[in-house]
């Protein structure tokens, strides 16, 4: 692996000797090497600590590293001494339901913690005490998750079912929140916060996640000044009937979904098969934003490179030729070529990236084309995003990246090939197999009418294509689903904003929201193998100061690690014996803490090279993988039989049928690989 690679090829002698001269230098030292891939490679359970007689829904260490905290359905709060795995207090918190979320408060000496609960309460107890000091009661549905932020000691904040974000602060009063953002009043009644995080960077951003593929980014500081602007000045608040006044001020909220969800919401609904962001969290560094999404994937957002997504659903007025240029618009922001396809004529300047590749990348794209050749897709698509990772201008990389997505077909595979597909004409726009790859990528999408005007475009283009068996069965296909249509609202053609107005009947979403849906921003990176559908507390979380890996648990009861850049799955591990929820990375040293449904909290480690073989390793990775993808678009009735302990045909035999055959006459623009 490249991180071993990397670690191996350092002089850590070297680095050791500087870390004891310069004390300076030991958090750089811990950033480089307290989690790497010869670690990760070796992780290990190494202890269970038992107390809780219940689901234990939250963990929380404290900012030393030499605390954790856990929350359980059993309403009471265990602190530990996770080294000496010894339980130093137990406490019930005076909740009548299930916690779901624990929090040091800081700069309190690690005396006072946050708790919120099933019983829509929030609590903050004294652990010296051993007593709750406060007890809120604001909420009127299930408090999910608290947040707390180092620069507002005194002041944390709760996210709650009924739709509402509120900010309480210990100074003001003991009796009282206030509500910082009602979900309720953009979105209806139905909406429903269920996690939240703040920047650790920049404590005036916070995160939401709620039901529905939308993430909400707020600026605390601008609601707030906007906030106090209207009590300052009454006559700002006088408003006529047509005339709202809006809560929270424009360019206060930001949103960022992945690209194919707000489209694939109806398929979902109907399936009932439900969208909601379980967790987010941001980067150390708070420049990414992870979010699992339950019902689908884990998503990387980038905060810094923002991309629009790839819908190709603009109408041709909103953006000239001369306003995109090489996937960029003119604002600077990068945007994936955010064209219809009737622009799809991309530059015909000389294709300047180089085909060639160095020898080891060489080597591996023929190990991953082999791959391919063996419709061991997945391991083709980890092959090459490796190469892609040091080659990330090579145009072939991405179109045969591409052809793996659309022969292995996984919840999203087609919208990642399509990016891949775009990707690869911006580099090349000669690249025949990309081309003709993106007018299948939008069929395969629903984007009918643009999938149509894309092979037009690829015919003109390569017009000794043009009477090819693969374009003749695709234009097939197209017109067949054209023809099929009606001129319903179902028809995506010439409106941007369809994608975003695909939700439930009851449903009563203002304009503004509209908007903010449609200025949403895309993901970065996705992470594929789990399975997220039976709780909405499942987390995902950046492990290593510099966020070098991705940790999420499964229904499956393991836990899934990522490498953060490639996306690849590197270790897969059985922390629970039904599902595991929560993982929370130590904040300084390779240790994890999770848990689950079992009433135990489990610690892993790197283990010792000579102990025994690791019986957790689950060695069948991609096994596990597709059977955690077969498990999501399972029926809810065979998933709820199955979490019951019964065995169901299908969800757990290798290898899944693909139930279209896309790409099986596709003559001379065949799908396989460059």
Request: net charge neutral; proline share 4%.
């Amino acid at each position: 692996m490249i991180c071993g690679e990397t670690m191996s090829a350092v002089n850590i002698t070297s680095d050791l000797l500087h870390r004891q001269i310069r004390d300076k230098r030991a958090l750089g030292f811990q950033r480089q090497y307290h989690v790497a891939d010869p670690f990760i490679k070796r992780l290990g359970l190494e202890a269970e600590l038992q107390g809780h007689s219940g689901c234990v829904n939250c963990l929380e260490w404290n900012e030393q590293g030499d605390l954790l905290a856990s929350g359980s359905d059993d309403q009471h709060v265990i602190v530990w001494d996770p080294f000496r795995h010894k339980k130093l207090i137990t406490m019930h918190t005076g909740h009548a339901a299930n916690i779901f979320s624990v929090k040091f408060l800081p700069h309190s000496g690690d005396r006072i913690l946050v708790t919120g609960a099933a019983d829509t309460k929030v609590h903050v107890h004294d652990l010296t005490a051993k007593e709750t000091i406060h007890m809120f009661s604001d909420h009127t549905n299930r408090v999910k998750r608290i947040a707390t932020a180092p620069m507002w000691p005194n002041t944390f904040w709760s996210a709650a079912e009924d739709g509402l974000i509120r900010q309480y602060d210990l100074r003001e009063s003991s009796k009282r929140s206030e509500v910082l953002i009602d979900l309720t009043e953009y979105c209806g009644q139905l909406i429903e916060a269920k996690c939240l995080a703040v920047n650790p960077r920049d404590n005036n951003y916070l995160a939401v996640g709620a039901n529905g593929p939308f993430v909400r980014l707020y600026d605390i500081r601008m609601i707030h000044n906007h906030r106090k602007s209207m009590c300052q000045n009454p006559s700002a608040g006088v408003h006529t009937f047509c005339e709202r006044r809006k809560p929270i001020p424009d360019g206060a909220g930001q949103y960022y979904v992945a690209g194919h969800l707000p489209v694939k919401l109806p398929d979902y609904n109907n399936r009932l098969r439900v969208l909601v962001a379980t967790y987010v969290t941001f980067s150390p560094d708070g420049t990414e934003l992870l979010v699992n999404m339950g019902g689908e994937q884990v998503y990387l957002f980038d905060l810094m490179f923002k991309q629009r997504p790839y819908t190709f659903l603009l109408p041709k007025k909103c953006q000239t030729s001369s306003e995109v240029q090489n996937g960029k618009t003119t604002n600077g922001v990068t945007n994936g070529i955010h064209l219809p396809a009737s622009q799809l004529r991309f530059s015909d300047s000389k294709y300047s990236s180089s085909c060639d590749l160095p020898p080891h990348l060489e080597r591996i794209k023929q190990q991953a084309n082999d791959a391919f050749a063996r419709q061991q897709w997945t391991q083709a698509i980890q092959l090459y995003s490796l190469g892609i990772h040091e080659a990330s201008r090579n145009a072939m990389l991405y179109g045969n990246r591409a052809a793996a997505y659309m022969k292995r077909k996984w919840d999203g595979d087609h919208y990642d090939a399509l990016r891949d597909c775009v990707k690869a004409l911006s580099l090349n726009p000669s690249h025949l197999k990309a081309h003709f790859r993106l007018a299948r990528c939008l069929f395969e999408l629903k984007y009918v009418a643009e999938a149509l005007e894309c092979l037009d475009d690829f015919k003109g283009k390569f017009p000794e294509q043009a009477h090819s068996s693969a374009c003749d069965a695709l234009d097939k296909d197209i017109k067949a689903a054209l023809f099929a249509k009606t001129d319903t609202s179902e028809d995506k053609k010439g409106s941007s904003s369809i994608r975003f107005h695909n939700f439930s009947r009851k449903e009563s979403i203002l304009e503004d929201e509209i908007v903010l849906r449609e200025r949403s921003f895309d993901y970065k990176h996705r992470y594929c193998g789990h399975c997220n559908t039976t709780t909405d507390i499942k987390e995902a979380n950046f492990f290593g100061s510099k966020g070098q890996y991705i940790v999420s648990g499964s229904d499956d009861g393991s836990f899934f690690i990522w490498e953060k850049e490639t996306t690849n799955l590197v270790r897969i591990l059985q922390g629970d014996e039904s599902i595991v929820n929560c993982l929370q990375p130590h904040p300084s040293y390779c240790f994890l803490a999770t848990s689950g449904i079992d009433p135990v909290v489990r610690l892993w480690n790197p283990r010792p090279e000579s102990e025994r073989e690791n019986g957790r390793v689950v060695q069948d990775m991609e096994g596990a993988a597709q059977a955690n993808q077969r498990r999501m678009n399972a029926d809810p009735l065979e998933v709820m039989l199955l979490n019951m302990g019964y065995r169901i045909t299908g969800l757990s035999s290798r290898g899944p049928e693909g139930s279209d055959e896309e790409d099986s006459s596709e003559g001379q623009v065949q799908c396989r690989t460059s």
